[in-house]
């Protein structure tokens, strides 16, 4: 096969393969790649500007998806930037989105089968150790919540986390039972830091019920209490 043969098969946007080794006893495919000489730039990984001073060029070789029965790894150039901005950074490479040893693709695999199956048992399946396995979990799951849309918070609840920490605030959808946020103890500025960082007024004013066994914080807070029908 010829590079752009395996260029098109491998199909990572904006990147070409000018080397390759397959091993067939050990089935193993390993490709070289660097990004193709018509482009606008580099993206900074801090501020997300086009860059086209380089400070220096550096390898990282990651796991990619299998290729019928052969694992395959890609080592890929990467760029260290002068950005005005940030410094020297990285440059953003849109198949790596994190620092683990694998490509978005891999994690993507890896985190849908975890949903349905134990860590251990996709890392048999992915011959990965277990904790790369739940780390990439990890690493899919955060980049989920990130994207996902999240559903409109209607009702709030604090749970009794036992007789050290005691309580624990946890906001969530009593809905659908997902929990949306944690906060250490129940004090009302557990609560404050809960509304400046994640709802805005006017999804504060959407909040229909609060189950607040008689704390108060609930119904002192920006509005709600006006509204709620306190759940005791």
Known sequence: MTHKEWTAILAWPGYRVYRHELDEEAKTLKLWVRRKPVHRGFECSGCGRR?????????????????????????????????????????????????????????????????????????????????????IDRCYLERWDQHRRRPTLKQMDEIYRGKIDKFLTVVSNLETGEPL????????????????????????????????????????????????????
Do not use: N
């Open 51 to 135: 860059v086209h001073m380089v400070h220096d060029l550096r390898e990282r070789e990651i796991r990619d998806l299998p290729w019928s029965v052969y694992r395959a790894t890609v080592v890929v150039e990467v760029h260290r930037l002068r950005c005005p901005e940030c410094g020297v950074r990285v440059e953003r490479i849109e198949q790596l989105p994190s620092k683990a040893p694998c490509s978005k693709r891999f994690e993507e695999i890896v985190g849908q089968a975890c949903e349905s199956a134990a860590a251990s048992r996709v890392a048999r399946r992915f011959q990965l150790p277990e904790t790369t396995a739940r780390a």
């Open 181 to 232: 946020w944690f906060g250490r103890e129940r004090r009302k500025e557990t609560l404050d830091e809960f509304f400046r960082t994640q709802m805005r007024s006017g999804q504060r004013k959407r909040i229909e019920a609060a189950c607040v066994d008689m704390w108060e914080p609930f119904p002192q807070h920006g509005g709600v209490g006006s509204r709620v029908p306190h759940r005791l």
